[in-house]
């Protein structure tokens, strides 16, 4: 490790570290991001398989049974319609709903099957509206119908028992008047034309109220099965009232009142065909609803299997998701541990190999303080290190001293000799000069004498 530290030097070991540093945080960052989007691509499935909401790729199974969910309240809706405008809305929303979740339904759900039972069932509500329709129409128009027959009778009735009141107050002026041939022949006319009119209208007015009273016995009927009295009861009435007809003579208002009772009889008639006809199809709406029912039921059953497997593949999602998620956080965990430990290992090395340079320079300062200018082999740092290259420099200046040193010892040792020399020959100048003073003084003292 120090051979590498050695040829890297202090800096590039730092710069070193500190991008393998770098590096691990970016791995680390890397793996919390591949954590990251596996979450939330784990996420994005789990919405996915719960979303209500149509996306372009189709509905998610989530939004499949919540559109079954609504198909059922329309199919419902559809069932328990009341008006026309009901039965198209609710009709619509089954057709809407069905395009939209068909290709996603399994193919047991027999969406073909439920499709044209809900066309089926609309036609026939449809249908059976129109004529409960025309069924109330025409009985109100054969409530207005029977009182203008009415009026007709009540009119003829008492215009014939008027002119019967007139002819027996003739007859009666006859009987006073002692004319008693001529009335049995009166009465006789009398009995059998205006009485037996009279009869005949009352006969009639009560065939045509009894005809009536049919209506409100077929409000009253559900099943076919109940009409087959009413409709001996009108063609029993039908004949009696055809009998009663056929009898009536020509004469003012006889043929209207014949034409009106013709209609009131057919429209009696088509009355009670309506009903057997709104019983039959309340019968088919009955087989179409339960057989909707019955898809219905299979309907819920996929729902309820479908929320099964739903929930089953969101476990199993969060299960793998878990998986992924330990192993990366293991990852992460085992990458953040070793960088952990590579860089306390990093750190030992790097200071124990300057605490080791530093020391060795430090020993070497110290005796050069001392002034001890030798250089030792274990004050020497082999490397190319920065520590290295300056106790190689430190070492080329305390051996350029130690050169200048020994010059300067050299050169002091030679101006010693020199100035022992010349101290000699000073004093040998000194002694030269106190003889020749003495010489002069003898001199002086000679020449004094003289």
Not at 253 to 259: F, G, H, P, Q, S
């Amino acid at each position: 490790m120090e051979r590498y530290l050695n040829r890297l030097g202090i800096l590039k070991s730092f710069y070193l570290a500190f991008g393998a540093g770098i590096v691990v945080l970016i791995i680390t960052a890397l793996l919390c991001y591949i954590g990251l989007k596996t979450s939330i691509n784990g996420y994005r499935q789990v919405i996915n398989l719960v979303n209500i909401k149509e996306e372009t790729e189709g509905i998610s199974e989530m939004g499949v049974l919540q559109k079954v969910a609504h198909l059922k309240a329309a199919l419902n809706g559809l069932i328990g319609a009341s008006n026309p405008s009901e039965v198209n809305k609710f009709a619509l929303q089954m057709e809407e709903i069905i395009s939209a979740i068909e290709k996603r339904l399994p193919e047991e759900t027999k969406v073909e099957e439920i499709k044209k039972l809900s066309s089926e069932l609309t036609r026939i509500k449809t249908e059976r509206f129109y004529k409960e329709k025309n069924w109330e129409r025409t009985g109100k128009e054969l409530i207005l119908l029977f009182g203008n027959i009415r009026k007709m009778l009540l009119e003829l009735l008492d215009e014939r028992e008027f002119n019967m009141v007139t002819q027996m107050e003739k007859i009666r002026g006859q009987l006073l008047r002692g004319e008693e041939s001529s009335v049995a022949s009166q009465l006789n006319r009398l009995m059998n034309r205006d009485y037996n009119e009279v009869t005949l209208f009352k006969d009639l007015l009560y065939q045509v109220t009894f005809l009536l009273g049919l209506r409100g016995e077929l409000t009253e009927v559900y099943e076919e099965e109940y009409l087959a009295p009413i409709d001996d009861k009108f063609k029993a009435i039908s004949t009696k009232i055809e009998e009663l007809l056929s009898q009536l003579k020509r004469g003012k208002n006889i043929e209207e009142l014949k034409e009106k009772v013709t209609s009131f009889k057919d429209e009696i008639k088509r009355l009670l065909e309506l009903r057997r006809e709104i019983i039959l199809l309340r019968e088919k709406e009955h087989e179409v609803v339960q057989k909707l029912n019955q898809s219905e039921v299979e309907m819920s059953s996929l729902a309820q299997r479908a929320t099964q497997e739903m929930v089953k593949d969101v476990f199993n999602l969060a299960k793998k998701m878990k998986k992924r998620a330990s192993v990366i956080l293991g990852v992460i965990i085992l990458v953040i541990g070793f960088s952990i430990i590579a860089t306390l290992v990093v750190f030992k090395v790097l200071t124990g190999f300057l605490k080791n340079r530093l020391e060795k320079i430090a020993n070497f300062m110290e005796r050069l303080s001392q002034g001890d200018l030798r250089e030792r082999k274990e004050d020497i740092i082999e490397g190319e290190d920065e520590l290295a290259n300056l106790q190689a420099k430190l070492s080329v200046v305390v051996e350029n001293t130690r050169k200048m040193l020994m010059r300067i010892k050299e050169v002091s040792e030679k101006v010693l000799v020199e100035s022992q020399k010349m101290e000699n020959v000073s004093h040998e100048m000194t002694n030269s000069a106190q003889d020749t003073e003495e010489r002069a003084e003898q001199v002086r003292t000679i020449a004094a004498e003289v």
